[in-house]
Every structure is written in structure tokens, then in C-alpha cells.
């Protein structure tokens, strides 16, 4: 993993932790409040040392994460100033902090966690970073919204052809099934 993918999977985390805290519907389902399972699904995108997750961490995740939904729906809506000043404002209240660190039996890698503040806080700071940087990126005009109905999940289209629609098959396949059934119910 170099630097660059270090930051992608918490790009990626980021954008879980976005879906699962501001998006209204997530895949045909109303969201369910963020809870501890949710919270270590996404640290699991970008790290194997779970920390351990108590209730006030699921809160400072919960509303983080919000913050984090609202710059990339500005984003992919290309509303690029609101945005920006929505990451600084993240950025300057999780005091995120680019510092090298080494854990016992891992190379260097950078952290942005400043000593001292919180776990969320911690991983805030650098979904926090991860989504600034994808604001300077060519990935950018990757990122879009579902378009499934009762959907409003962020994704990053991964296809070649830049032609990704929906967050996930299951969204793909409600779609198709939901086109079926209105022709049929037409004829
Ligand atoms: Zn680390
Ligand atoms: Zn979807």
C-alpha cells in the first residue's frame, strides 16, 4: 500500500461513513441511526487496528459524518466553494495534523491525528483530509450520487467508461426490477 492508496481507503471510508450518517435512504432502505457495528464497518476500509468504539465515539462519528455528507453532496454538485470552506471548517475543528508515524511491525505512513484529541476525532481529522484531497483531484468528477429511487448513497464510480449509475448492484437491480414492473403494469 504507498501513500497515495493509504489515503483512497479512507476516501472510501469516508464516503461509507457519509452514507451511513446523511444520506435520508440507503439503498431503498431508511437509514437506521449509526451504531458501533456500522462505525467498525467503515474503520475496516482503512485500518486493521480497530480502536475500540464506546458510545460517545459513535456520536462524534455520527456528526462528523453529517458534516462530511453535506461537503460531498456540495461537491458532487459541483458547489466547490461551499465545499471547500465546509472541509477547512472540519478540518480546523478535528485539528487534523499530517505527523509520520510507525506502529510495531508497520512502515512509516502518515496519520493526521493531532496528539491528544479523541479516537473519532482522530479518524475525523483524516476522512476529513482524505475528502479535501479528493477536491484538488482528477477523481472528483468520480464521485456522484446514486440514481436509484429511496437512494441517496455517494459513490466513487470505479468503471472506465465514467458511466457508474447506481452505489451498488442491489440499487442496479431494484431499478430494473422497479422499470419492469411499471411496463408491465402499463400493458
Ligand atoms: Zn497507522
Ligand atoms: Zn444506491
Do not use: Y
Not at 461509507?16 to 476500509?45: C, F, K, M, Y
Request: a negative charge.
Amino acid at each position: 500500500m504507498d501513500a497515495t492508496d493509504h489515503l483512497k481507503a479512507s476516501l472510501e471510508a469516508a464516503i461509507a461513513l457519509a452514507n451511513a450518517t446523511g444520506a435520508e435512504w440507503n439503498q431503498g432502505r431508511a437509514r437506521s441511526p449509526l451504531d458501533e457495528v456500522t462505525v467498525e464497518a467503515v474503520l475496516r476500509l482503512t485500518t486493521n487496528r480497530m480502536p475500540s468504539i464506546d458510545d460517545a465515539a459513535v456520536a462524534e462519528f455520527a456528526a462528523g459524518g453529517e458534516r462530511i455528507h453535506r461537503a460531498l453532496v456540495q461537491l458532487a454538485e459541483a458547489e466547490t466553494d461551499a465545499a471547500a470552506s465546509a472541509i477547512n471548517d472540519l478540518l480546523a475543528s478535528t485539528r487534523a495534523a499530517p505527523v509520520l508515524v510507525r506502529h510495531p511491525e508497520s512502515a512509516w505512513h502518515l496519520h493526521f491525528a493531532t496528539e491528544g484529541v479523541s479516537v473519532a476525532t482522530g479518524w475525523l481529522a483524516e476522512f476529513g483530509t482524505a475528502t479535501a484531497m479528493l477536491l484538488g483531484s482528477d477523481e472528483l468528477d468520480r464521485l456522484r450520487s446514486c440514481a436509484a429511487e429511496r437512494c441517496d448513497n455517494l459513490f466513487l464510480d470505479a468503471t472506465r467508461n465514467h458511466r457508474q449509475r447506481f452505489c451498488s448492484t442491489a440499487c442496479q437491480n431494484r431499478t430494473k426490477v422497479a422499470a419492469f414492473r411499471s411496463r408491465s403494469a402499463h400493458s
